[in-house]
């Protein structure tokens, strides 16, 4: 019986110390999907999972385990074929997405992106702007992101209040939300989009945020009602930066172009040379884990 066939979107030298007993073949789908689909038991889609990387599943007639390289799998949980085994890239990103948070809010706090339009057209353009320290910072969705965000937070002299779908010591939850929303100076989103958290930031929530608030999006996009956080910010009453939106890429036509206090960044929280050790790191883990017989980590659903 041959060994079982993994399908990578890199190849499996940069793992360092991959599993012997495994077989390996790099694949890209969105350009060639090899007759061996059939054969697939371990599949790595590319990290920009598209349409046409979860169409192949269905071909997968061999598969026990989908390992993403993204910390969401809402794009492509629903495509997993009965009794296969979906893991996330959980801890891939943090590092990154945590730096682009700081980046962030330090950016529109202190006016960054109107510093280079007046370098652009080369004017001085001294003032004063508000600074990160002393603020109060909430972190909504406080799993791994949110701790690596606190801990690059921590120099900046903020009180830091975490929040998450259960409580815990230290952690408020979700339906906290409406009392901690008036004393916040920035609002960090990582949550991670489900049922739940779609559109939990709808009118009601920004009407909440106290005025000159930040609203931070690391997320997804249809966690904040795009049109309510246009009319909020149309007021010029608070501000926002965001790494993702909805719709996702931003057509060039969208009022969220022209809203005033609005950073927009196109969805590149992960995309950093942070990304592929921590990457390869969990994937070869993850192999030696699966073909050692052992329990896979980040599961999300199912069984192998």
Not at 284 to 297: E, I, V, Y
Request: glycine share 8%; proline share 9%.
């Amino acid at each position: 019986m041959s060994a079982p066939l993994v399908w990578l979107p890199f190849d499996p030298s940069v793992l360092d110390d991959p599993p012997a007993g495994l077989r390996y073949q790099v694949v890209d789908p969105t350009a060639e999907v090899p007759d061996t689909v059939g054969e697939v038991a371990f599949y790595v889609p590319p990290y920009q999972v598209g349409p046409r990387v979860a169409e192949v599943l269905d071909r997968m007639s061999s598969l026990r385990v989908v390992q993403t390289m993204t910390a969401g799998v809402d794009n492509i949980r629903d495509r997993i074929p009965q009794g296969v085994t979906l893991c996330s890239g959980r801890g891939i990103h943090d590092t990154s997405t945590a730096e682009l948070a700081v980046t962030l809010v330090l950016a529109s706090l202190r006016g960054l992106p109107g510093l280079v339009r007046a370098q652009d057209r080369h004017e001085w353009t001294p003032g004063w702007r508000p600074a990160l320290a002393d603020k109060r910072v909430l972190i909504v969705g406080y799993g791994a992101v949110g701790a690596a965000v606190e801990a690059r937070l921590a120099p900046f002299e903020v009180e830091v209040v975490k929040v998450a779908r259960s409580e815990r010591d230290g952690v408020r939850t979700i339906d906290d939300l409406p009392s901690l929303l008036p004393d916040a100076d920035v609002v960090i989103l990582v949550v991670p989009l489900t049922a739940d958290t779609r559109g939990l930031v709808d009118a009601a929530f920004l009407a909440r945020m106290k005025d000159g608030a930040l609203l931070v999006n690391l997320a997804r996009g249809p966690v904040v009602v795009t049109d309510d956080l246009v009319a909020a910010l149309s007021t010029g009453r608070i501000h926002a930066a965001v790494d993702v939106v909805d719709p996702e890429p931003l057509p060039e036509d969208h009022p969220l172009w022209d809203v005033p206090n609005l950073l927009v960044s196109p969805h590149v929280g992960g995309a950093s040379s942070a990304m592929w050790p921590r990457a390869h790191r969990l994937v070869r883990d993850q192999l030696h884990r699966f073909a050692g017989g052992g329990p896979l980590a980040n599961v999300v659903t199912g069984e192998y």
